[in-house]
């Protein structure tokens, strides 16, 4: 694949993601048939969040997903002064996202260029689970967590999931397998349960697969293979195999979407993604594919997340509805981070490296 091609598929799933995130949002704890009734084709155009929420508005889901980003590109930056690509560094992200929720603003000390967003600092219905996990890590060093400490919480819920899709942006030369298992990894700094870290490792692989060129459904059978070689897979391997039979034995519409859960579930949440996606496949679906992935009686800003990151992959950005695109919250810095992560994997030592460890890139992009 084109290093062009590839650049599209980054901007498809960062921006898939947050319409995806900003369409469902509104109707998340909405009642499916009350949804049908208001909306009788389904959630097909941003609407007002029942908190004030401006319609465009996107959630915790999106601004967890742009730390991801931030903290990869962070990773790769470290590995000119030999200290090595580790995901522990994406943990140390998802702590200034920990900040954006605690805090009423940024500080006069900033940790990189995207903890001093003013916008990230609104508090989007963050899970439960992740401020607890994060905030419970910080302890000891201040401001640092402890690199590498998993959750000790028994939760498979979809804050895990639905921030991973990153992982699977990352070029070619990260293996397969390493590309599941990190995204598992940084799930689980937050969800401790097996089906929290390993549906979270699928999506990652799936989203590597469409990169690599592959169709939805060649690049679901490649994921299915690699999740069953890990212990504790059945849920995921389950909820996954369910999804493709109703994608190809039942109507697409919010009855069926809701035969797989509520999507509050990891495995849940990527079943009912990865049904939308499969229902409506084609490029100029991909708004019937994010209607259907949001209108039901769950967390339809996770699921419909989920779904765009998965679609915007396999298409790229130019199959994104424009109109969304035009009006969704934070889209010229959602741009910039997927332009930055392109440049960072595809030119980094241009931007340090023999350049020195100080510079301007450095500034927006330190390596920790």
Partial sequence: MSEEMWRARVRGCLLGGAIGDALGGPVEFDDGRSIVAKYPDGVRAFVAGGDGWPPGTITDDTQMTLFT?????????????????????VQHAYDRWLDTQTLPGPSGELDGWLQGEQWLYARRAPGNTCLSALTEARKGEPRIPQY????????????????????????????????????????????GHPTGKLASGALAAIIRELCNGAGLDDALSKTTSLLT?????????????????????????????????GGWIAEEALAIAVFAALAYPEPEQFLDALSLAVTHSGDSDSTGAICGNILGALHGETALPAELVFTVEGRPV????????????????????????HTTWTTRYPGW
């Fill in 69 to 89: 980003v931030e903290g990869l590109i962070r990773a790769n930056v470290r590995t000119d002064r030999g200290l090595g690509f580790t995901v522990a560094v």
């Fill in 148 to 191: 590498g400490a998993e959750a000790v919480n028994d939760s498979k819920g979809c804050g895990g999931v639905m921030r991973v899709a990153p992982f699977g942006l990352l070029p070619d030369y990260f293996p397969a397998d390493w590309i599941f298992d990190s995204a598992a990894t940084a799930a689980g700094y937050t969800h």
């Fill in 334 to 357: 959602i741009l910039q981070l997927a332009d930055d992560f392109a440049l960072e994997f595809t030119q980094g030592k241009r931007l340090h490296g023999d350049y020195g460890p």
């Fill in 229 to 261: 070689q890990h212990e504790g897979h059945e849920e995921t391997s389950t909820a996954l195999s369910f999804a493709r039979h109703l994608a190809k034995t039942a109507p697409a519409g919010p009855v069926t979407v809701e035969r797989l859960g």
